[in-house]
């Protein structure tokens, strides 16, 4: 142990030591730490340059900076959070609390056969059955008991049942017997496990997921009953967030580029025709209306967004080579989120030899993962996509969510623009109804009008003409029977005309 003298000489060198440091650094502080390290002086960047970072912009425009600044991805590498009010939609989300305000289909039928089918919808991990007497359940996963997976439970003449105690429940979630349990446990009448309403129709099972005190009528579409049409139930996952994929109906201008003039027709050449567009709201939510010459016809379509995540689209084959009033509906498919970051297709393919003259409808090609035109799936190879890409391409590519701040719209997107209003302003009102809760069927707006008519001077003047007579047509005459509403639609389509001013030379 060192002594007084010795202690003291120490003080004494330590002393000295801090004069010196102070001396070589009036700066630092009297501890006999080093001073700090300053980080290295950056000269401020140009005033035309404007910083990149998240959040910085709903448009990615004003993320752009110097545009005379050639190879500048240094400066735009930011990602921003993906837009959370519509996009996320797990349990108590505004857009899930949205979604589930409507019935939505969650599996075909034919996936119910004697084994139960795991699901994920919106982000909540259930599970559906076809129990012995032939009815449709579909619960929460976990046995309420000791969390164990009713993916793995026997399916009872009622109801099903846990593999792991043999906890036995109801279609809708009453416990009916806790085995393992004596029979004189009174646990079963204290508790309720989670299950949903569903129903099936034309092959698919429809749930809701909503509240139970308000459960609207399962809704039926006039487009469910029309002559000589089948409908062949499909369903297709995709890798990416519901709304890239529902909002790609109202983006007309893609089936010029993407389905047509890319890489060739993915249906037929008459797509790849220039459009005379215009999108109206609709007592459902919104249509797209897209007019078209080919050779001597002007062919009028609309495509509507039935809220919350319905669309329809007209006939798949649809070449516009005769006329035609009021054609009826193609594809009618809901995107119904499984979580913030998958999705399912999941709807009818509507099949009849009107709506496919030419015989290309391939019904063994519809149905669990199928669908039977071209661009929905990865089953191409990853070369073949890259060489003929479709619309699973084009959006699952656009990230697993599609990052808004750092779009740039264009005049070309407002139906996009239009529908992601409609949303934000349908979810942002809990009390407005999230479907349509009108006399059903309830009379729907997808349809295709092809009209003989002579080009006109101003033929653009004439397909804008024809788009708006036939979608105020399709709009005023939505209580009529449906072949009253044939005839007034095609009505207005041929008495389509310009005012002189315009047809003159």
Not at 187 to 211: K, M, N, Q
Not at 406 to 425: F, I, P, Q, T, Y
Request: net charge neutral; charged share 20%; hydrophobic share 35%.
């Amino acid at each position: 142990m060192p002594g007084p003298v010795a202690t003291a000489r120490g003080q004494q060198r330590r002393q000295r030591h801090h004069q010196q440091q102070r001396a070589r650094h009036p700066s630092a502080s009297r501890s006999h730490l080093p001073p700090p390290i300053r980080p290295p002086t950056v000269a401020p960047a140009p005033p035309s340059v404007a910083p990149c970072f998240p959040g910085a912009s709903r448009n990615g425009g004003d993320m752009q900076g110097d545009l005379s600044e050639r190879y500048a991805g240094h400066r735009r590498r930011a990602v921003p959070a993906p837009d959370p009010e519509l996009t996320q939609v797990g349990p108590g989300t505004p857009c899930g609390e949205y979604l589930r305000r409507a019935w939505q289909p969650v599996c075909l039928s034919a996936q119910l056969a004697d084994l139960p089918l795991a699901l994920r919808i919106l982000g909540e991990d259930l599970v559906a059955f076809r129990d012995g007497e032939g009815a449709v359940g579909l619960l929460h996963r976990h046995c309420s008991h000791r969390g164990a997976s009713l993916e793995f439970g026997r399916i009872m003449p009622r109801g099903i049942s846990c593999c792991y105690h043999g906890w036995h429940y109801d279609r809708d979630g009453t416990i009916l017997a806790t085995p393992a349990e004596p029979e004189s446990s009174q646990i079963r009448h204290r508790l309720r496990h989670g299950a949903y309403p569903v129903v099936e129709r034309h092959g698919l099972v429809f749930a809701f997921l909503g509240d139970p005190a308000a459960v609207p009528p399962p809704p039926v579409l006039d487009v469910e009953q029309e002559p000589g049409v089948t409908l062949a139930p499909f369903l297709l996952e995709i890798p990416c967030n519901w709304l890239q994929v529902y909002e790609n109906s109202q983006d007309p201008v893609h089936v010029v580029w993407l389905h047509a003039r890319n890489a060739g027709a993915h249906f037929d050449e008459s797509n790849s025709a220039e459009q005379e567009l215009d999108f109206m709201p609709t007592p459902l939510g919104m249509m797209n209306v897209q007019s078209r010459r080919w050779g001597g016809m002007v062919w009028t379509r609309t495509v509507e967004c039935i809220l919350p995540n319905l669309n329809q689209t007209g006939a798949i084959w649809e070449d516009a080579a005769e006329a035609k009033p009021f054609q009826r509906v193609g594809l009618t498919r809901w995107v119904v989120p499984v979580d913030d970051t998958h999705s399912l297709q999941i709807g009818w393919r509507h099949l009849g030899a009107h709506l496919d003259p030419h015989g290309k409808d391939r019904p063994d090609r519809i149905g669990l993962g199928l669908i039977d035109f071209e661009g929905q799936d990865d089953s191409a190879s990853y070369a073949d996509r890259q060489r003929r890409p479709g619309d699973y391409d084009a959006q699952v590519s656009q990230r697993t969510v599609a990052v808004h701040a750092l779009e740039n719209l264009a005049g070309s997107d407002r139906g996009v623009a239009m529908l992601r209003r409609l949303l934000r302003r349908a979810l942002r009102s809990p009390d407005m109804p999230a479907q349509c809760v009108a006399p059903q069927p309830i009379a729907t707006f997808c349809q295709d009008t092809i009209t003989p008519l002579p080009p006109a001077p101003d033929d653009r003047a004439l397909l804008r003409a024809h788009g708006a007579a036939v979608a105020r047509a399709v709009l005023d005459s939505a209580d009529l029977p449906r072949e009253a509403r044939r005839i007034a639609i095609s009505a207005a389509a041929s008495g389509t005309s310009l005012p002189n001013e315009e047809t003159s030379a």
